[in-house]
Nanobody, 127 residues
Framework: VQLQAYGGGLVQAGGSLRLSCAPSGRAFSTYTIGWFRQAPGKEREFVAAINWRHGSTYYADSVKGRFTIFRDNVKNTVYLQMNNLKPEDTAVYYC?????????????????????WGQGTLVTVSS
């Protein structure tokens, strides 16, 4: 499956952005979809995930209470709503998909073992 990610940009600290991830050529029905991010000089890290079929979600501790991942069944799209953004959220955000996984399992999976990646979208949070 090919993933298309959209929605990055520049925002001031405390602001909000919404990222979108949509597949081309296939529905998400059997996948867990998630977001990872990679800041300059750092390793790629897990942010949030949602199991498409069950709707269960899982978040990194650093974004709990600020970020929300949700899906739109009609548009076959996963969104990451990011509120109260902080400068430390600045990174390239990547949409990811794993077949037959759970949201928590994706959160515990090293990026090397992710099945599919979308192109990155840059999020910059200014202080």
């Amino acid at each position: 499956v090919q993933l298309q990610a959209y929605g990055g940009g520049l925002v001031q600290a405390g602001g909000s952005l919404r990222l979108s991830c949509a597949p081309s050529g296939r529905a998400f029905s059997t996948y867990t979809i998630g977001w990872f991010r990679q800041a300059p000089g750092k390793e790629r890290e897990f942010v949030a995930a949602i199991n498409w079929r069950h709707g269960s979600t899982y978040y990194a501790d650093s974004v709990k209470g600020r970020f929300t991942i949700f899906r739109d069944n009609v548009k076959n799209t996963v969104y990451l709503q990011m509120n109260n953004l902080k400068p430390e959220d600045t990174a390239v955000y990547y949409c990811a998909a794993n077949l037959l996984s759970t949201a928590q399992a994706m959160g515990l999976t090293a990026p090397t073992y992710i099945d599919y990646w979308g192109q990155g979208t840059l999020v910059t949070v200014s202080s």
